[in-house]
């Protein structure tokens, strides 16, 4: 059993800051990458940033890239977003992933184990 929590969403107005966490529970060995998504509305699910369990390889989505950090710390079971300089077009559900597969992914098919969600709203 594999447990994924979020939390840290919130309303922020544009150009502010928000950290994201994601408190993971259970066969946790059985991760080896896990990721953020967000899902606006009307819109598909889309791939925000990954990390791969020992933090070597990281990946982003071209949209946040310089503005949101991906990290991880296993000692706490907590992954994190810090997200910075936020757009109203960040404005999204935020979910936390992971997968068994070793390699970075960006699909969201690609990911075995999802969290519940947490709401980020950024006002103009």
């Known amino acids: 059993q594999v447990q994924l929590v979020e939390s840290g969403g919130g309303l922020v107005q544009a150009g502010g800051s928000l950290r994201l966490s994601c408190a993971y529970s259970?066969?946790?060995?059985?991760?080896?990458?896990m990721g953020w998504f967000r899902q606006a509305p009307g819109k598909e699910r889309e791939f925000v940033a990954a990390?791969?369990?020992?933090?070597?390889?990281?990946s982003y989505a071209d949209s946040v890239k310089g503005r949101f950090t991906i990290s991880r710390d296993n000692a706490k079971n907590t992954l994190y977003l810090q997200m910075s300089t936020l757009k109203p077009e960040d404005t999204a559900i935020y979910y936390c992933?992971?997968?068994?597969?070793?390699?970075?992914?960006?699909?969201?098919?690609?990911?075995?184990?999802w969290g519940q969600g947490t709401q980020v709203t950024v006002s103009s």
């Open positions: 992933a992971a997968r068994r597969g070793i390699q970075i992914a960006a699909s969201a098919g690609a990911y075995d184990y």
């Open positions: 990390i791969k369990w020992n933090g070597g390889t990281i």
């Open positions: 259970g066969r946790t060995f059985s991760f080896n990458t």
